[in-house]
């Protein structure tokens, strides 16, 4: 079966320091994959998607950017956190070539202080 | 672009009480649609699921159908839980590869015992 790994589960990082969050997949392969963004009491904002090793899509520009060095890892960074960085970070993915559901990661909780 | 509309809430019920979040949708070609649940501090999970006209998706309870007349699938259930507490997204699919998940901006449920 198909699992979803994603990692730290929360992390408190300071104004100015880089960020990097990491998400693999098992048990399938060529996935979509989906970085999703979810601020305090609102809904979810796509920031990247990715069809294929080396290929990102990004929906909001800002300081973070997205990398898929592997078929079934998909990794989010930033060079320099602003406060406005804080939030719930979502990966997820879904089958290519289907329109199935996507399947979501536990989530990290990032806290920029 | 394609777009869902749902009741932000939050809602709060009395258990056993019925329930009904509205969701209504804005899509090219023939979406699939779905609900999916958010527990706290914890990432989605999906509820149902519909993929073309006048399917009814269910679980644990849940049902929704999916209306190509009205563009709608209300989530309903005829007895809720405290457990059931939670945030509700409404989302849907229209690209046959999966690249774009669009989400409502999440029904906010409180269920009092």
């Known amino acids: 079966s198909q699992t979803i790994h994603q990692w730290p589960a929360t992390l408190v990082q300071p104004v100015g320091s880089p960020l990097s969050l990491e998400c693999t997949v098992e048990g399938t392969s060529n996935p979509n994959l989906y970085w999703y963004r979810q601020a305090a009491g609102r809904g979810l904002q796509l920031l990247f998607y990715?069809?294929?090793?080396?290929?990102i899509s990004s929906e909001v520009p800002q300081n973070l950017s997205a990398s898929r060095p592997q078929d079934r890892q998909f990794i989010l960074s930033s060079k320099k956190l602003l406060l406005s960085d804080s939030g719930f970070y979502l990966c997820?993915?879904?089958?290519?070539?289907?329109?199935?559901?996507?399947?979501f990661g536990q989530g990290t909780r990032l806290t920029v202080v | 672009g394609d777009s869902v509309t749902q009741m932000e809430g939050p809602v709060t019920l009395s258990e056993e009480a019925c329930l009904t979040i509205n969701c209504t949708y804005t899509a090219t070609g023939y979406p699939s649609l779905f609900w999916y649940v958010q527990y706290p501090g914890e990432g989605l999970q999906l509820l149902l699921k519909a993929t073309k006209a006048d399917d009814k998706g269910s679980n644990k309870g849940f049902e929704a159908t999916y209306r190509k007349e009205t563009t709608s699938f209300h989530l309903e259930k005829g007895s809720v839980q405290v457990s059931d507490s939670a945030v509700y997204f409404c989302a849907l699919t229209s690209d046959n590869y999966g690249q774009n998940f669009v989400f409502g901006p999440g029904t906010r449920l409180s269920v009092l015992p």
């Open positions: 997820a993915w879904s089958v290519w070539g289907t329109s199935t559901e996507a399947f």
């Open positions: 990715s069809v294929g090793i080396g290929q």
